[in-house]
């Protein structure tokens, strides 16, 4: 073999390992880390650092002095992709401080719960802190039964206020209208991770 096909055979070799590191990232424990799950206190609570919330539009919105409200939805599955065993919703509005540079949040429930001077990075994670599913409810996965969680967040379209001169009909309106509730069955987001086991 001459050293010009050993040169031209180098690539081959380098995108074999390229494919190899890949394949290993997709395998490795690094890849189950966009959710993780902790059960203290007799409830399980979920951690998920790659699932951002405060993004796109909804931190356009944010940044432009708008309220949004996100309804988020945690589901416990028997199976990727099944209907949940348990769940629970909680709904949340959150605003933030163009001064500060802060986000606040309020839990929507009674008694409501609020905090303020937020990172973006702390939003989140304060939400999926209001979830606590007891472990009571999880009894048919024990030992090493496997179970898979769904999280997942709508921002539900914002109802104009009633009687308004501004909501006069108009055709231009119905097209605007129109137009934000397609943009704005894009708001959302779902995470599925599994399986979690409550003991080894």
């Known amino acids: 073999m001459t050293s ?89 509005n959150v605003s933030f401080d163009l001064w500060e540079e802060r986000f606040a949040v309020t839990l929507l429930a009674t008694p409501a719960r609020s905090v303020s001077h937020l990172t973006r990075q702390a939003v989140d994670a304060w939400c999926l802190d209001a979830f606590a599913i007891p ?24 109802s104009p206020a009633a009687g308004s001169d501004d909501e006069a009909f108009t055709l231009q309106r119905l097209i605007d209208v129109l137009g934000r509730k397609r943009r704005d069955a894009q708001l959302g987001k779902t995470i599925e991770a599994g399986p979690f086991r409550l003991s080894k």
């Open 4 to 92: 010009g096909e050993g040169a031209r055979r180098e690539p081959d070799h380098l995108w074999l390992i390229v494919i190899g590191l890949i394949v290993w990232l997709v395998r490795s424990p690094l890849a189950e880390q966009a959710m993780t799950i902790a059960t203290t206190g007799g409830v399980l609570r979920v951690a998920a650092p790659a699932f951002e919330v405060i993004e796109g539009t909804v931190l356009d919105r944010l940044r432009d002095g708008r309220a949004v409200r996100l309804d988020f939805e945690l589901d416990v599955l028997a199976q990727p992709a099944g209907p949940p065993v348990t769940e629970q919703k909680r709904s949340f």
């Open 135 to 158: 472990l009571g409810d999880l009894g048919r996965f024990g030992g090493a039964t496997p179970f898979w969680i769904r999280l997942s967040y709508q921002v539900p379209d914002p």
